[in-house]
Nanobody, 114 residues
């Protein structure tokens, strides 16, 4: 079955960086665009970043543009989210998903606070 396992979250001070990782299994990873989403307390889940199957095309939400970078390694079935210059408003549970598949992982919590 399709599975996503996110990791790399934690507590970090504003202005610092984190790198999230997602290991995918149960489908042909290289054939799917991948996305990172986040859900802050009391808010709806929102898409943060998307990457094409080859990794050549990337799209970002305005709120993270210039601070976050999505990339993938098709040989390892993994997608990453490098997050720099973190802000308190980035606090959320972060999830990865494959565009076109309904499955979700448990997510990883990122807390940005001094």
């Amino acid at each position: 079955q399709v599975q996503f396992v996110e990791s790399g979250g934690g507590l970090v001070q504003p202005g610092r960086s984190l790198r999230l990782s997602c290991t995918a299994s149960g489908f042909i990873f290289s054939r799917y665009p991948m996305r990172w989403y986040r859900q802050a307390p009391g808010k709806e889940r929102e898409m943060v970043a998307q990457i094409s199957t080859s990794g050549d095309t990337k799209n970002y939400a305005n709120a993270v543009l210039g601070r976050f970078v999505i990339f993938r390694d098709n040989s390892k079935n993994m997608v990453y989210l490098q997050m720099d210059s973190l802000k308190p408003e980035d606090t959320a549970v972060y999830y990865c998903s494959a565009f076109g598949l309904p499955d979700w992982g448990k997510g990883t919590l990122v807390t940005v606070s001094s």
